[in-house]
């Protein structure tokens, strides 16, 4: 749970500027331009989710990339995030513009936020902790499923896509020694309720460099165009 008075997110103490930010709608900055908003914590935050899933994954999982990877994305995809994300309360401590309507997509993206800010407040092992505490009981469910043969199936088809473009073209580059893509966000676009996020995906090939562009509802489903860009571009097969 929240506390602001004692900046504080389920016990764990976070800088209360860092803490504000996070839970900070881009939307208020249009009434209040001084106010710093979560769009950089979560970009900060989404790597940070991203490292500690894949490290305990690797560490606990005797599985190959390719069902790591389906397990991480079913982990942090929007539904999971903001699930987690309700269960501490994020959607009644977001600030945002009045008669504002709260989306899924703000809930995931202010927990990433929330990710970025007891990174930078608590330092790396600390904020390991905080995942743990959030995460561990899901984890600890893929282990038990997986050991199930009709459950391991089942959990592996609830996955985002079970060759989700993402997965498929990081698993194309590490098993070919290449740096592992890099997405951008260019802009946002829409309504409040209803944004459009165009992103960008840059692979680079010996001396090569490969974008390809996408959009979405929310930055994930921009990504996954943009991947299957560059997939196309490469011949990748699927």
Not at 128 to 157: A, I, M, V, Y
Not at 231 to 238: A, C, E, F, P, R
């Amino acid at each position: 749970m929240i506390d602001l008075e004692r900046s504080t997110v389920n016990g764990w103490e976070i800088e209360n500027d860092l803490l504000i930010e996070a839970l900070t709608h881009p939307n208020l900055t249009n009434i209040r331009p001084e106010q710093n908003h979560f769009e950089r914590l979560e970009f900060l935050g989404d790597a940070v989710l991203d490292m500690f899933t894949a490290e305990w994954l690797y560490k606990n999982l005797k599985e190959d990339v390719g069902i790591l990877s389906k397990l991480r994305s079913l982990l942090v995809q929007t539904e999971s995030l903001a699930e987690i994300g309700k269960e501490i309360n994020l959607h009644k401590k977001l600030i945002v513009r009045p008669k504002y309507k709260i989306t899924t997509t703000d809930i995931e993206d202010c927990l990433e936020a929330i990710f970025g800010a007891v990174y930078l407040s608590t330092g790396i092992d600390i904020a390991r902790e905080f995942f743990n505490q959030l995460f561990l009981g899901d984890l600890e469910k893929f282990r038990k499923d997986l050991s199930d043969t009709k459950k391991r199936n089942k959990l592996l088809k609830l996955a985002v896509c079970e060759r989700n473009p993402i997965n498929l073209l990081q698993e194309f580059c590490q098993k070919r020694g290449y740096d592992l893509p890099t997405y951008s966000l260019l802009s946002k676009k829409g309504k409040e309720h209803e944004p459009v996020y165009i992103m960008e995906c840059l692979v680079k090939i010996d001396a090569v460099e490969y974008k390809g562009g996408g959009k979405g509802r929310n930055k994930k489903q921009a990504r996954m165009e943009a991947a299957e860009v560059i997939i196309k571009q490469l011949k990748i097969k699927k």
